[in-house]
């Protein structure tokens, strides 16, 4: 007998892995909270959007939104700077050398 008839289905993120099952459950305002392991498994953390798709039979799939580079650029905007090549790399030299200095002093 099924206990829930008009029970849709919902699929979390990446299929073909094993199956990992956790539930969750719908507060009043109509908010859920995500598993550790699903979160964990997908790579969720505070503020990732969800994508809820729904297939031909009405069963919904699950996945984080991943952030694309138009995203990116319209929450930056658009580039004020301009570097010639020759700047670009001198930047690139420096910023590799400060960085080679703090991981030389956390090993000291």
Known sequence: M????SARYIT?????VDMLVATS???IQG?????????KDLGI???TELIWDRNED??????????TLADLHRMVGPSTVRLTDQELKKARQEFLASRMKRL???KA
């Open 31 to 39: 908010q859920i909270s995500v598993p550790a392991e699903v979160r």
């Open 2 to 5: 099924d206990l829930y008839p």
């Open 25 to 27: 459950k719908v507060t």
């Open 45 to 47: 953390r505070a503020g």
């Open 58 to 67: 009405g069963d919904y799939t699950v996945r984080p939104k991943r952030l």
């Open 104 to 106: 030389d002093a956390k």
């Open 12 to 16: 979390l993120g990446n299929q073909g």
